[in-house]
């Protein structure tokens, strides 16, 4: 899986890529996150990336040519086809990522996103480019740079080799639409708080009824909402009942 990311804050993904799962994976080369900055496609003495909004207002708007160009060059270099290739943009005005969302994403070879800044970005830039538009939630961020890395990391751990096998995107929370249950480490019993005793009995097929079973009281209890998309079995819809829901 290639990223391909257009920000005109380029340093800002240093830390991020360079720490743990999305370090590895890169080192393993299993992911390549390849950064842009826009405003070495910027024309002109200065190099302008922004510029003052037609008809007035506060704050600055992205210019189109520098990013359709830079979007234009590395599609070229890389040679995609236009069905291996998903280009989004990070926009508040974007539909909301989820982990559907991104198990879908996971199916593309490549993956570019152009990093939205400031009050705008020239709408010719979507007209030109038509990227699918994605925001991380109803909020508004300084940039585009945190949202496209939290849609690399949530879409890189469906790529196979990204997680260790010891742990898999099946088993997070949300990949069945349920919260994940509780989960508990050592020691047995801290401040007279005692873990569990199913979870100690070695009993497997008990322990994945009680996981099964808590994870639907948990989204239950915090986000009930979620259980009208979720998948349910027979005995799942059972424990609902049960709790008088
Ligand atoms: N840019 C600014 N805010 C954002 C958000 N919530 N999601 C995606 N891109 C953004």
New binding site residues.
């Given amino acids: 899986m290639r990223y391909d990311v257009f920000s005109i804050f380029p340093d800002f993904f240093v830390s991020p890529l360079n720490q743990t799962i999305l370090k590895r994976a890169i080192q393993n080369n299993i992911i390549s996150v390849n950064i842009h900055d826009i405003r070495d496609y910027a024309e002109g003495k200065h190099r302008t990336t922004d510029d003052y909004p037609y008809g007035g207002g506060s704050g600055m708007v992205m210019k189109v040519q520098p990013i359709v160009d830079a979007v234009k060059d590395v599609k070229s270099k890389i040679g995609v086809t236009t069905e291996s290739i998903k280009i989004i943009l ?3 005005q ?1 539909r909301t990522f989820n982990q559907k969302i991104a198990g879908e994403l996971a199916g593309f070879k490549n993956i570019m996103i152009i990093c ?1 800044r400031y009050e705008g970005i020239d709408e010719r830039v979507k007209d030109i480019i038509c990227p699918d538009e ?4 109803d ?3 300084s ?2 740079e945190l ?1 496209a890395l939290v849609i690399i990391d949530a879409v890189s751990r469906y790529v196979p080799g990204v997680l260790g096998s010891e742990s898999s995107v099946e088993a997070d929370t949300f990949s069945d639409g349920l919260l994940k249950y509780p989960q508990y480490t050592r020691p047995e019993e801290f401040r007279g708080l005692k873990v569990p005793s199913v979870l100690l009995s070695g009993k497997h097929g008990e322990i994945e009824k009680w996981r099964r079973s808590e994870s639907i009281r948990v989204t239950l209890a915090k986000r009930p909402d979620l259980l009208e998309n979720a998948e349910l079995t027979e005995e799942d819809k059972e424990i609902i009942k049960g709790s008088g829901n």
Avoid at 134 to 137: A, D, K, L, R, V
Wanted: glycine content about 34%.
């Fill in positions: 990070t926009t508040p974007g939205g994605i925001s991380i939630g909020y508004v961020l940039g585009g949202p």
